[in-house]
């Protein structure tokens, strides 16, 4: 990490220390420590069960002389920091000691009874001592040799108080028994991750305190999470954002489907924006675009299909109109109505059915012609789409003085499927071609493995920064989306081909078994379909061949 994060101003920065042990039965896996924090009034931490830790102390840098381990600036360097470093590992010991009584240290001899040292957990903890006064009464040097530097989060903006925390991980060191402070901390406990993640346990767990335990949870020893800790080249900051929902406000973490959509509409942490995908309701996502998903939520459809609007003004252009619905017509029309103008052109990313039947409908009510292409094979396909214009690969759609879509034909998930991209805004309207969360489904014979692998690749040669899917939220880092999407479809047809050579000449159930192994079973059916076209593509390579309801490797 380079030295250029700075924190925000708004939120103080602390440490945490996460002491791991193994496993007081025998059994494989670790303990960690955890202490479960006093009741106090209008705390968000009020009774929550969390690991040591807290502020850091303008004072913790007088310590720096009392350390034995990294210095400063390799601390600083490893944290993304100028300087400063070592200020969080000398808090996240300091910290250990006052609200669990375990002290990451030497002697002068080597040794010490950290049980005579109790006076100086309430001297620190009050503030009437620093670590430095403590080292040097004491004549100990903080050990900070096996400190690994494990994650970094951010509390939400829009919260009263916010922490920029680091965690650390270490082992508890032997023959110390951790003892509560009974001020912050109020009762310890030894927990394996699993045990305290069980909902019956009844557990007050924040978010972070969450996902930093089903992370430990994967580790058979101490001893594997602190070598895959020291292994981790950059960690990345985390921080979660506050959302609405149907249940109420929301806590979203970074790896959720509405995070960088979140990000985008509410930077500041107000909390109005949904967490979810509600149906009639249009989101304004940018000045330009507004989202309307319909009532269609399904097993293929997710949420249900949105649809876009994009214009300026009194002009407005409907990008999948959806399935027929009366109702999702009616929220169309109002959408158009409330955002002052009214809707003068249809675009069909394709012609699936939960995608383009509702264009006859929105075309009788407005007027409006309808672009898009008639697929190659009806099979699947929309008998009622009738375009009025043809939309040509490279074509663009002046939608107002400022805003410009143009056409891109993306073939693969569908024959016709085309992806419409905003110029000023870098935002692709992707429709199915790619999907948020999961992979689409390639069905041949007008669903074609080769052509979506290059379109995908074509994509990667346009300046994005959104997509927009036919399905689900705003999606952000379209490059590297679209080169995860590359690389499980290459990962996916190098275990067609070694399962080919190990079991061919077979039929496709065992294929099926074998290449999609990671797949529940009763989503096999739809993975046949996939399958099947990448044996195809195989096949048109000379890599596979088939003989009658038999394939082999070529």
Known sequence: MSGGYTAPGDARL??????????????????VLMVRRAERVDDMRSGAVVFPGGVVDERDREAHAHCIGPDDASVSALLGLAAGGLDYLVAAVRESFEEVGVLLAQGGEGDFDVAALTTWRDRLQSGNASMADFCRAEGLRLDLRDLVYFSHWLTPPGVPKRFDTRFFIATAPAGQVAQADLGEAV???????QAALEPQRGLKLLPVTQCTLQDLA???????????ARARKDITLSMPRLATSSRGR???????????????????????????LLPGRAVRLSPRILRVTAPNAGP?????????LVGEGASWTVIDPGPVSEPHLQALLSAAA?????????????????????????????????????????????????PTCVAEHGERLPLGPDTTLRVIHTPG??????????????????????MQGSTVVINPPDGDMAAYLQALEALLAEDLQWLAPGHGFLVAEPQAVLRGLIRHRLGREAKVAVALQALGPCGIEPLLCAVYDDVPAALHPVAQRSLLAHLLKLQAQGAARAEGALWSAA
């Open 187 to 193: 009762e310890l406990m030894w927990l394996t991750p």
């Open 250 to 276: 929301r806590i979203v973490l970074p790896d959720a489907l509405p995070y960088a959509e979140i990000g985008r509409l509410d930077p500041l942490g107000r909390g109005d924006v949904s967490c979810e």
């Open 413 to 434: 998930h569908a024959s016709n499927h085309l992806c419409y991209l905003l110029e000023e805004e870098r935002t692709l309207f992707t429709g199915d071609h790619v």
């Open 338 to 386: 409330e955002a002052g103008g009214r809707i003068e052109r249809i675009l069909v990313t394709h012609t699936h059915r939960d995608h383009s039947p509702g264009a006859v409908a929105l075309a009788a009510a407005t007027g409006a012609p309808v672009w898009g292409r008639v697929a190659a094979h009806p099979d699947w396909q929309d008998p009622t789409f009738a």
């Open 218 to 228: 994967r580790f058979a020893s101490p001893a594997a999470a602190l070598a895959e």
């Open 14 to 31: 602390a440490a945490s220390l996460l002491l791991l042990r193994e496993r007081a039965d025998g059994a494989a896996g670790l303990e």
């Open 300 to 308: 293929m459809t997710g949420p249900g299909t949105n649809s876009y």
